[in-house]
């Protein structure tokens, strides 16, 4: 199923730890009209924009999924769970720059760089959350302090 005319459901949805789990890692009806909306919105505008391939590393997550992934648990359900966020990077792109165009030319609810190291311009990835009610436009920066995830305000390349 094409969600617009260079994403498709499937890779929005493929999952390793899935795999290596045996988990299942299929959305409902409003997740993925969601990953529609993200992609409609979000990926295919990079893509068209940068005119290379977008890589997804990580979209919709099963809450099975998220949570062998690590990902936010509990009260505040995590925007993978909801089919509005994706990680991605493009080859040949710095996450960096990616980021920077993102936020100069796109609405989002969240956007994030993570683990980006300066002068390795493939270090990390950028995750970005697509949620038509909520386009507060924030911009975060993770990154590791005494090995725990920070996130510093802002875009910090």
């Not at 390793?16 to 997740?31: M, T």
């Not at 999924?65 to 991605?88: E, L, Y």
């Not at 980006?116 to 924030?138: C, E, F, K």
Request: aromatic share 6%.
């Amino acid at each position: 199923m094409n969600l617009t005319a260079n994403f498709s459901l499937h890779e929005l949805t493929k999952s390793d730890i899935a795999l290596r789990h045996d988990l299942e890692n299929s959305p409902g009806a409003a997740e993925t009209e969601a990953l529609r909306l993200l992609c409609e919105k979000v990926l295919q505008p990079v893509r068209d924009h940068f005119g290379k391939g977008v890589k997804v590393n990580s979209g919709f997550r099963s809450l099975a999924v998220n949570a062998a992934a690590g990902g936010v648990q509990g009260a505040k359900p995590s925007d993978h769970t909801r089919g509005m966020a994706a990680d991605i990077e493009i080859p040949g792109v710095a996450n960096a720059e990616l980021a920077q165009w993102i936020m100069d030319n796109l609405d989002y609810t969240q956007l994030i760089l993570e683990f980006y190291t300066p002068g390795i311009p493939d270090s990390g990835w950028v995750h970005v959350a697509y949620n038509p009610a909520d386009l507060r436009n924030q911009e975060l920066t993770a990154t590791k302090v005494a090995g725990k995830t920070t996130y510093l305000p802002g875009l910090v390349a």
